[in-house]
């Protein structure tokens, strides 16, 4: 019974009637993304587990082990990308590499490589933007009409190593587009009537997020440094001038970082996490999260 048992399993146990691709993303909302255009067609997996920072990860020799056998690998323009990338090709000469943000600003879809500010003026103390390679703020994901941009451009990528699975991919493209265009109308109804717009980071990951919103994103740390003491004094002024008393994390650690200006503001640190795989809840958690800080 137990070898016919194994005969069943062996003949039938890995047949799924599609081709299972290997694809990497560096973040989880990037694989969220690629799993909802691939659907079974792919095994989907993320570089930087969730809780991690992508600016100091390095992949683990079990990660590296399942990246020799990956068709596609999905990056977002973080530096240790291009270090990884390179020796990656090297091990694995065929997989194709798609660089998210680079396929944006090459077809005029990215906006943000030209805002980098030097915040000379005490108006503007802090980066509203977040700098990486050749000026493009990465966090492309933050923004989900500009997200949805990303969705074409993915599933050529998909269509070039497995043809087969084309209708799929532009049909799934077209339900995702329109989930991220519903999802794009929900967080502008929550910002609809903020007569403020201002709101506190530790790190600048949501400047695509507001820009597309209407918001200011003021920040405590300019390109991975923070600023100086001159410019938090000033940050400070800004901040109980605009009656800001909330100040926003991605984490514990970086909470700490955010107590100090919090007590002069007599008010609270935030978490929010631009990093979470449960992408469209997780936006919308932030947007309100922002929204009520906003509040008079």
């Given amino acids: 019974m137990r070898a016919l048992l194994l005969l069943i399993f062996l003949l039938f146990g890995h047949s799924t009637g599609a ?46 082990s399942q990246l020799a056998t990956t068709q596609l690998y999905v990056s977002i323009g973080m530096p240790f990308e291009r270090v990884w990338q390179s020796r990656l090709q090297q091990n694995s000469p065929g997989m194709r590499f798609l660089d998210a943000n680079r396929a944006l600003s090459d077809s005029h879809q990215l906006a943000m490589a030209e805002e980098k500010h030097q915040h000379e003026d ?30 074409p451009v993915i599933v050529d990528s998909l269509v070039d190593i497995d043809r087969a699975g084309a209708a799929l991919y532009r049909a799934r493209a077209v339900e995702v587009i329109a989930e991220l265009e519903a999802l794009d109308a929900s967080i502008r109804e929550i910002f609809r009537d903020a007569e403020r717009r201002s709101f506190i980071v530790v790190h600048p990951a949501w400047g695509h997020f507001a820009k597309r919103y209407g918001l200011e994103q003021v920040a405590l740390e300019k390109e991975g440094k923070r600023n100086s003491a001159k410019h938090q004094a ?11 008393n909330t100040v926003f994390a991605q984490s514990e650690s970086e909470a700490r970082i955010a ?16 990093l979470s795989g449960d992408y469209a809840d997780n936006l919308l958690a932030v947007a309100r999260a922002i929204r009520a800080s906003l509040q008079p």
């Fill in 122 to 151: 005490a108006h503007e103390p802090a980066d509203h933007g977040h700098l990486h390679v050749e000026g493009i703020d990465p966090h492309i994901w933050t923004d989900p009409i500009l997200f949805a941009q990303l969705v």
């Fill in 234 to 244: 000033e940050l400070l002024s800004l901040a109980l001038d605009q009656q800001i």
């Fill in 19 to 64: 081709a299972e691709l290997q694809v990497f993303a560096t973040i989880e909302p990037i694989k969220t993304l690629i799993k909802q255009i691939a659907a079974k067609r792919a095994i989907v997996h993320s570089l930087v587990p969730s809780g991690f920072d992508p600016h100091l990860y390095e992949p683990s020799p079990r990660q590296i």
């Fill in 259 to 274: 107590e100090p200006l919090a007590k002069a503001l007599r008010g609270q640190v935030v978490i929010i996490n631009p």
